[in-house]
Each structure stands twice: as structure tokens, then as C-alpha cells.
């Protein structure tokens, strides 16, 4: 074999280079706009703060202290705290962990219920598309969150609901 043939051949260290390449031009063309460079700071404080509220946090984010309510901001509480005594900071960080977990839940949901429905209405066309587009179109036309909401109301309270009512209002983005 050859030198060329040899450079030529498709082997899975020159597919794991190509892959190398392509993420390292991507990430540096990402570098180079700075909303996508904010974007990436801000997810990963949020990431980190998520991982590592254990330690950020100085309090409890569920015990309530009703002696210390409606605190301003201080040096012990850097958020004041609420009408329970609840320090807000302490709150706020352990909060990061349920967000990302809404965030996480709301794609793996929405995201393939859009693109199921617009690869059927894709794949089927006619009248299939009409109807399923149409369909589309009234999630579209209505406010997300008030929509959202609506659904709150008919579901119930809960971190599950609400997960479930955005999914349902955040899918047509993707079909």
C-alpha cells in the first residue's frame, strides 16, 4: 500500500480528526461573537452554581426563621429575606437546580413532539400537513405564556404540571 492509499483510507482516527477540526472551527467561530460568548457565561454560571449550591449557599433554603422576616439586604443576608425569615440568596442558588431541571424536561419533551409532528406533516403532505400545520399555527398564534398558564389552571399546581404545560406550548417552535 501506498503512502497515498494510506492517507486516503478511511480510518476512524482521520474521522475522529475531521470531527476534531470541525468542533474546534465551530467553537472558535462561537469565540468570536460575543452574545455567544455571554450566552456560554451565563449557562455556565448557572451550571456551576446548580453544582455547587451546597457550598454557595449559607442557609438553609427552606428554613424559616420568623424573628429574622423582611430583613433588608446586609452582610449576613445579602438578599434580605422573605416573610417567612428565608434567606432569598440561599433560595435563589438552590433554585438554579430546579430551573435546569425544567429546562432539561421541557426540550427532551418539546423537541421531539415538534419534530415528530413536522416529519409526519412533512413526510404525509396534503392534506396530513394542512391539518397538522393548521394545528401548529393556533399554538403559534397564541401568547406562549398565557397559554402555559391556561394549562397551569386546568392542570394543577406542581413543578410536573408546569413542565408538562410548557412542553405543550414550546413544541410548535420545533415542528
Known amino acids: 500500500?501506498?503512502?497515498?492509499?494510506?492517507?486516503?483510507e478511511d480510518s476512524p482516527h482521520s474521522r475522529w480528526q475531521a470531527n476534531a477540526g470541525r468542533a474546534y472551527r465551530v467553537f472558535t467561530a462561537?469565540?468570536?461573537?460575543?452574545?455567544?460568548?455571554?450566552?456560554g457565561i451565563i449557562i455556565l454560571v448557572l451550571l456551576l452554581t446548580?453544582?455547587?449550591a451546597p457550598w454557595i449557599a449559607p442557609f438553609s433554603p427552606t428554613g424559616q426563621n420568623l424573628s429574622q422576616r423582611l430583613l433588608p439586604p446586609s452582610g449576613v443576608n445579602w438578599m434580605g429575606t422573605d416573610e417567612l425569615g428565608r434567606d432569598i440568596f440561599s433560595r435563589v442558588v438552590w433554585g438554579s437546580q430546579i430551573t435546569l431541571t425544567i429546562v432539561l424536561l421541557v426540550a427532551l419533551i418539546s423537541a421531539p413532539l415538534g419534530l415528530l409532528i413536522g416529519a409526519i406533516a412533512g413526510y404525509f403532505g396534503g392534506w396530513v400537513d394542512r391539518i397538522l400545520m393548521g394545528f401548529t399555527d393556533i399554538f403559534l398564534?397564541?401568547?406562549?405564556?398565557?397559554l402555559a398558564l391556561a394549562f397551569?389552571?386546568?392542570l394543577g399546581p406542581?413543578?410536573?404540571n408546569a413542565i408538562i404545560a410548557i412542553a405543550i406550548t414550546s413544541w410548535p417552535a420545533y415542528a
Open 152 to 154: 397551569v389552571a386546568a
Open 30 to 39: 462561537l469565540l468570536r461573537n460575543p452574545l455567544s460568548v455571554l450566552g
Open 1 to 8: 500500500m501506498s503512502t497515498r492509499d494510506w492517507l486516503l
Open 158 to 160: 406542581g413543578i410536573n
Open 141 to 146: 398564534s397564541l401568547p406562549k405564556l398565557i
Open 50 to 52: 446548580a453544582l455547587f
